[in-house]
């Protein structure tokens, strides 16, 4: 079975700081890697994901993620946010062959002024 | 596309009554899934229909709980009898199979909250 952790609940940054925000998983068979979004009282919508090729995927708003399978790690990043990225952020994994992610309880960004 | 439709957005209702959650997935999507998210255990999987087909509902919670999908274009969550730590937002989100890397698109949320 595969499993998500982000490892902060919180990260507090102000604007125009670079931000990374954590996500390692653990699977034995290859996987698919997503990061998703969710702004106050909306759902989630997809950011950007790994399928396959380049590690460095990037997404929309800015974001991009690199995979590194040896650390099975799946990092954001944006060199520069704005307040417009304070925002729930959420990690997942779906093994290939499989159609139920696993989703990590999710990163809390807070842009300050 | 207007995306993945769910009403009603906000639902208040007292103990014990029933609670029906309504679902209209992207329009070619075969695979929809209905989610609950709590501040205390995050983004649970409830059910999970592919084609129309219930393939995997280990995550409902009881047998207060039932999901339908009569047709290609619309799910329903039951809830009945409600309870208060039934109170959450419920998403659905709907896909099309392409081998397994499935985007999911979610929809906006219910908001549920049982008195």
């Known amino acids: 079975a595969q499993s998500v952790t982000q490892l902060d609940s919180q990260v507090p940054v102000f604007e125009e700081a670079p931000v990374e925000l954590r996500c390692n998983y653990s699977?034995?068979?290859?996987?698919?890697l997503f990061w998703y979004v969710q702004y106050p009282n909306q759902g989630l919508q997809l950011l950007l994901k790994y399928l396959s090729g380049s590690t460095l995927v990037k997404g929309i708003n800015g974001f991009e993620a690199e995979f590194n399978k040896s650390q099975t790690s799946f990092h954001l990043r944006k060199p520069s946010v704005h307040i417009s990225d304070t925002a729930e952020y959420f990690c997942a994994v779906l093994l290939r062959g499989s159609y139920i992610p696993t989703f990590g309880r999710g990163t809390s960004l807070i842009v300050h002024p | 596309d207007a995306g993945v439709i769910q009403s009603p957005r906000h639902e208040v209702t007292e103990m014990g009554q029933e609670v029906t959650l309504r679902c209209k997935p992207i329009s070619g999507h075969n695979s929809l899934f209905w989610y609950r998210q709590t501040m205390m255990r995050g983004l649970e999987l409830l059910i999970y229909f592919n084609n129309n087909v219930p393939i995997d509902d280990s995550g409902m919670p009881e047998d207060r709980f039932s999901a339908k999908m009569p047709n290609a274009s619309f799910s329903t969550l039951k809830i009945q009898p409600s309870e208060p730590r039934d109170s959450a937002v419920y998403f659905c989100a709907s896909s099309i199979d392409r081998g397994g890397e499935e985007t999911q698109y979610f929809g906006p949320g219910t908001r549920l909250l049982v008195l």
């Open positions: 699977s034995s068979v290859s996987v698919y």
